[in-house]
């Protein structure tokens, strides 16, 4: 899908290319160390495999034992990772310490550089995100790629803020607001939206994301559920109640839910009826990985089952009438 001059033409099937960091999370339990294969895009490109949507990654991971946990990880679930990855003389990590609500905070060791590309074609999605827009060089050429494709496809964006690798505020502000011009999408934790914007409530932070220039600010609030705002409407999903066993991977889980309601939508638009359904089916997916360790997201039929079992029970309580059939499930 993005040309190199060695790109092989399977890449031609691919519906989205997800550009950014591939890493090694190690989760840090009381009872000892455990390795995942991680990253924010990279688990975005493995949730959207495991939910049968063709993928590719382009990414920067070293020629090791760790980089090469990481391609058969997405191996696993069908997606490619693209030419060209092997380029780092290690691969990333993250270190994550789990509290005992089961949130995660990370110290990373990661060096992110990406080889300039030149767009042959775009996908039906181009989806980025997290420290990759940010840390230089490489951040340069993720900026460069979004200007390049975001007239030919949809661009999806998700900040992912690391408070630890960015400059100051204002410099990571900037460089968000930079960005938002040249996406369509533009999903954010009620962390990246408190932090990015301090005093300001979460309708306000949609608000300036729309006159930023996105179609679609999706604000995402844990229990809390998430916020979709379009020109055409805001609404609020309701999360979905489930046992934590951590939250690694939640929000990366949501958001390859979100992009395939987005490919699945027809031509619908984004009328409430349809950011409803997109929202449902992106919360059960969340559920599903919080509810087990590791950025562990759902697969399609997993999916399925989710939005089946809750719509059946928003029947059975307030009617088949107030039923929201899943997008793309």
């Given amino acids: 899908m993005f040309n190199s001059g060695s790109y092989p033409s ?19 339990r009381p009872d000892g160390n455990v390795e995942h294969p991680g990253g924010s895009p990279a688990n975005v490109a493995y949730g959207l495999g495991r939910l049968g949507v063709s993928a590719g990654l382009l990414t920067a991971i070293g020629d090791d034992a760790r980089g090469a946990a990481i391609e058969a990880h997405l191996s696993s679930a069908g997606v490619v990772l693209l030419p060209g990855a092997r380029s780092l003389e290690r691969t990333a990590s993250a270190t994550a310490t789990i509290a005992a609500d089961g949130s995660a905070s990370y110290v990373f060791d990661i060096d992110w550089r990406l080889k300039p590309l030149a767009p042959a074609y775009f996908p039906k999605v181009l989806h980025t995100g997290s420290i990759a827009t940010f840390l230089a060089p490489g951040a340069a050429a993720v900026r460069t790629l979004l200007e390049q494709a975001h007239r030919d496809c949809m661009v999806t964006y998700d900040p992912n803020i690391r408070p630890a690798l960015l400059g100051s505020h204002s410099e990571a502000k900037s460089l968000f607001e930079e960005l938002v011009p040249l996406t369509d999408v533009v999903k954010l934790s009620d962390e990246d939206a ?29 229990a ?8 055409e409407g805001s609404l609020h999903i309701p999360s979905v109640t489930t046992s934590v066993a951590d ?11 979100l992009i395939l309601g987005l490919l699945t939508r027809g031509a619908a638009g984004l009328a409430p009826s349809v950011l409803e359904a997109i929202g449902r089916t992106a919360s059960a997916a969340a559920a599903i990985t919080v509810s ?18 809750a ?16 997008i793309g499930v």
Avoid: K
């Fill in 10 to 28: 399977t890449a031609d099937s691919f519906d989205v290319i997800v550009v950014g960091e591939a890493l090694i999370d190690v989760v840090s």
């Fill in 194 to 222: 408190h932090w990015l914007y301090p005093g300001q409530d979460l309708e306000q932070t949609a608000e300036r994301i729309l006159a930023l220039g996105a179609g679609l600010a999706v604000i995402t609030a844990g």
């Fill in 224 to 231: 809390e559920g998430s916020l979709l705002r379009a020109a």
């Fill in 247 to 257: 939250t690694i991977g939640a929000g990366d889980s949501y958001m390859a839910a």
């Fill in 292 to 309: 087990r360790p590791g950025a562990n997201p759902p697969t399609l039929d997993e999916l399925r089952a989710a939005q089946d079992a």
């Fill in 311 to 326: 719509a059946q029970d928003r029947s059975d309580h307030h009617g088949a009438d107030q039923d929201v059939a899943a």
